[in-house]
């Protein structure tokens, strides 16, 4: 008889059930990892309220992608890892032969494999996600922190593509968690100062103790109005948009300098659109980006600045429940914006 496990499964929008089922049989280079922590993630919150696209997630499915443990067992042909190891994998493996990954655009590649899965007591990594994307978590590392890699690492992705550079200002919309990591490494990448705009009062106290210059609560002050007076008018060498709203991704627009960089990072509801002033793009020669998820190297070197404490995560845990109160976590998130991070505990 199968050795059974609880796991949180999401079979359509607000869905989500605590069941009992088989843990995973593990094959030839594959690994089972017994979960420590899985944290919740605004990609989870979206897919919870409103679905996610199909092809990436097939329902019912095991919920949860940011996640850290033990390993238990390991299948044949494996050297690394060993049984007891502590380690957290990517929700992604490049297939490394397509025609985007031939260009080094492994985020893009068009025979992903995606990992989901994390909120359940044990999770399968298989045998082509532990070659291009596990890593060893450090023994004074918190299973919590090295959850939030996978968010970190598609930060490190947007915040490369930005080019924020020495003396830069910049402007971020979203003081959430990815906002706030946005924040970290604005900094660390040499940013002079840096505006964030929120309607939530405690997130954007976060803020100021994690750096930031100014905080703009966008329920009492236009925060296009802040960042012109924090930047003398100009506008900002670079804005972030975090949120992942038409309104917001527009709102971006009318916060950059000339010559400035938009990345819009927060991904939006399908199907939906923005407008984009040609004389902006023209006469003003902003330059907009976009940003999906991160490549393998991504996640390496953001559990790296985890681990060295060069950016701080611990702020971004607000609430810690069981995987039986998986249910209530997100109902929580879905009504208070206080809250930021969920850490799951099975």
């Given at each position: 008889m199968s050795k059974k496990m609880k796991a949180a499964l999401l079979y359509g929008v607000k869905n989500l059930k605590v069941e009992s089922v088989d843990v995973p049989d593990v094959r030839v280079g594959e690994v089972l990892v017994k979960v420590r922590a899985a944290t919740t993630c605004g990609t989870d919150l979206k897919i919870y309220q409103r679905g996610y696209v199909s092809g990436v997630i097939q329902l019912p499915t095991?919920?949860?992608?940011?996640?850290?443990?033990?390993?238990?067992?390991?299948?044949?042909?494996?050297?690394?890892?060993?049984?007891?190891?502590?380690?957290?994998?990517?929700?992604?493996?490049?297939?490394?032969?397509?025609?985007?990954?031939?260009?080094?655009?492994?985020?893009?590649?068009?025979?992903?494999?995606?990992?989901?899965?994390?909120?359940?007591?044990?999770?399968?990594?298989?045998?082509?996600?532990?070659?291009?994307?596990?890593?060893?978590?450090?023994?004074?590392?918190?299973?919590?922190?090295?959850?939030?890699?996978?968010?970190?690492?598609?930060?490190?992705?947007?915040?490369?593509?930005?080019?924020?550079?020495?003396?830069?200002?910049?402007?971020?919309?979203?003081?959430?968690?990815?906002?706030?990591?946005?924040?970290?490494?604005a900094k660390k990448m040499g940013a002079r100062k840096?505006?964030?705009?929120?309607?939530?009062?405690?997130?954007?106290?976060?803020?100021?103790?994690?750096?930031?210059?100014?905080?703009?609560?966008?329920?009492?002050?236009?925060?296009?109005?802040?960042?012109?007076?924090?930047?003398?008018?100009?506008?900002?060498?670079?804005?972030?948009?975090?949120?992942?709203?038409?309104?917001?991704?527009?709102q971006a627009l009318k916060m950059v300098r000339k010559g400035g960089r938009v990345l819009e990072f927060g991904g939006c509801p399908p199907k939906t659109e923005i407008k984009v002033s040609t004389e902006l793009l023209h006469y003003g020669q902003v330059t907009i980006f976009g940003a999906f998820h991160a490549i393998p190297l991504h996640f390496k070197r953001a559990l790296n600045l985890i681990a060295s404490r060069v950016i701080n995560v611990r702020p971004l845990v607000t609430r810690k429940a069981k995987l039986e109160e998986i249910n209530e976590a997100f109902g929580i998130l879905t009504t208070s914006k206080n809250d930021l991070k969920v850490a799951v505990l099975p």
């Open positions: 095991i919920f949860g992608h940011e996640w850290a443990g033990d390993v238990v067992e390991v299948g044949e042909g494996i050297s690394w890892p060993q049984k007891g190891m502590r380690v957290r994998a990517g929700n992604s493996a490049p297939c490394l032969r397509c025609g985007m990954c031939q260009k080094g655009l492994y985020n893009l590649c068009e025979d992903m494999m995606w990992l989901w899965g994390a909120y359940a007591e044990y999770i399968k990594v298989p045998a082509h996600m532990v070659t291009v994307n596990m890593q060893e978590v450090p023994s004074h590392l918190s299973y919590e922190a090295a959850a939030i890699t996978e968010p970190l690492a598609c930060v490190l992705h947007g915040i490369e593509k930005a080019h924020i550079t020495l003396g830069d200002t910049v402007a971020i919309i979203g003081a959430g968690p990815i906002g706030l990591l946005h924040l970290q490494l840096v505006a964030i705009s929120d309607f939530v009062d405690k997130r954007l106290q976060v803020a100021k103790e994690l750096g930031a210059d100014k905080t703009v609560n966008a329920k009492s002050e236009d925060p296009v109005k802040g960042v012109a007076e924090f930047t003398d008018g100009y506008g900002a060498d670079v804005v972030i948009e975090a949120i992942g709203l038409p309104a917001t991704w527009e």
